[in-house]
Each structure stands twice: as structure tokens, then as C-alpha cells.
């Protein structure tokens, strides 16, 4: 098994809150959030969001706000 990088999680993150991702990937998105508090903060923002649009904001999420969200991460002591 192996780990999945922030880069892969930000790409994964739509199909994992509406439920599309498959067994394998669901578990890996997992094991990231539980040892990486930037994507963990992130997954619960993204929540936040979906539950005030009542939707996968699939699409909404740009290039653009995964470069931001990917810079912030960044920053992130490791
Ligand atoms: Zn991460």
C-alpha cells in the first residue's frame, strides 16, 4: 500500500465526498487526512462548502484554487 501525495488528495477530494472514489483510493485518501492536518483542514472546508451549496461543487474547483490551495500546503510545516 502505498501513501497518496496532497497534490493526489486536492485531485481526489470531489469524488471522495460524493462518494465515487473506489475502496482502495477511499483508503489511502484516509490514511493522508489522519497524518496531514493542512489536507484534513482542507476536506472539512470543502464539506463546509458542499453543505452550503447542498453539492459536489464538482468544477467549481479551478486550476487556480488548486494552485492557491497546493501553495498554502506548501507552507505547511512538515
Ligand atoms: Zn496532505
Given amino acids: 500500500m502505498s501513501h497518496i501525495s496532497c497534490q493526489q488528495l486536492v485531485e481526489l477530494v470531489t ?3 460524493d462518494g ?3 475502496p482502495e483510493s477511499t483508503q489511502l485518501f ?3 487526512l489522519a ?3 493542512g489536507c484534513e483542514t ?3 472546508q470543502f464539506r463546509v462548502t458542499i453543505a452550503r451549496l447542498g453539492e459536489v461543487p464538482v468544477g467549481s ?3 487556480d484554487a ?3 490551495l497546493l501553495e498554502a500546503f506548501r ?3 512538515r
Fill in 20 to 22: 465515487s472514489l473506489d
Fill in 15 to 17: 469524488s471522495y465526498l
Fill in 61 to 63: 474547483l479551478s486550476d
Fill in 42 to 44: 482542507y476536506v472539512e
Fill in 35 to 37: 497524518v496531514c492536518p
Fill in 75 to 77: 507552507d505547511l510545516p
Fill in 66 to 68: 488548486q494552485r492557491r
Fill in 30 to 32: 484516509e490514511e493522508h
